[in-house]
């Protein structure tokens, strides 16, 4: 836990702060709903648009086709090349349904 400062006083911390975003991902055999973290100043898409191959999500629930709940994880590693499209949740219950309901 490392705390230092430079000569101005900035300080620099190990620690990144993150907004937890509240999603819905569609994937090409299943829906996923959980939450992606974005740095603070950042947007959705800046996380899409980052290098990486995968998308990490936290306290993920996995739909099949017919919208029964498949698989329930603390962390699930989506990869990029299998989205077919993100929708951020306007809160966070989304995540907390059994079942796919909703509009999705």
Not at 77 to 87: G, S
């Amino acid at each position: 836990m490392g705390l230092r400062y430079d000569e101005k006083g900035k300080f620099f911390t190990e620690f990144i702060s993150k907004t937890e975003i509240p999603v819905t991902i569609q994937t090409t055999t299943n829906l996923v709903r959980g939450f992606v973290y974005v740095r603070k100043g950042e947007r959705l898409s800046d996380e899409l648009n980052s290098s990486g191959c995968f998308i990490p999500i936290a306290d993920a629930i996995v739909f099949d086709a017919n919208g029964e709940k498949r698989y329930k994880c603390e962390f699930l590693a989506v990869h990029r090349d299998h989205i077919i499209w993100l929708m951020p949740e306007k809160d966070d219950t989304a995540n907390k349904s059994d079942d796919a309901g909703g509009d999705a």
